[in-house]
Nanobody
Framework: QVQLVESEGGSVQSGGSLRISCGASGITDDTGCMGWFRQAPGMEREGVAAIGRHGTANYAGSVKGRFTVSQSWYNARRTLYLEMLSLKPEDTAMYYC??????????????????WGQGTRVTVSS
């Protein structure tokens, strides 16, 4: 059984930084890609960043250069991170950790993602 558990989010001022993480268990070799999505109030969920098992990462255009996705492994347990710099009020959203098989793209449609964390809130004030 796949479980994805995000760390607590937070509130920062515009220009600030924040790091969130996601502990994954039950991920098999077939589920190679992990990433982060976000959903602002009244908006659709959108992909932010994705990373494959071997570390190749890609990003949505709106966060490229400001956000960095990374991962670590310990005893076959995978932990995903999202480092967010130069945060803007428009980055305010619920952030979801996700895992899926197949193409490892930040722009993958959400309907192709079978595994989700519970979400963690990030608030950026101006």
């Amino acid at each position: 059984q796949v479980q994805l558990v995000e760390s607590e989010g937070g509130s920062v001022q515009s220009g600030g930084s924040l790091r969130i993480s996601c502990g994954a268990s039950g991920i098999t070799d077939d589920t190679g890609c992990m990433g982060w999505f976000r959903q602002a109030p009244g908006m659709e969920r959108e992909g932010v960043a994705a990373i494959g098992r071997h570390g190749t990462a890609n990003y949505a255009g709106s966060v490229k250069g400001r956000f960095t996705v990374s991962q670590s492994w310990y005893n076959a347990r995978r932990t995903l991170y999202l480092e967010m710099l130069s945060l803007k009020p428009e980055d305010t959203a619920m952030y979801y950790c996700a895992a899926w098989p197949g193409a490892c793209a930040a722009t993958i449609p959400t309907r192709q993602v079978p595994y989700w964390g519970q979400g963690t809130r990030v608030t950026v004030s101006s």
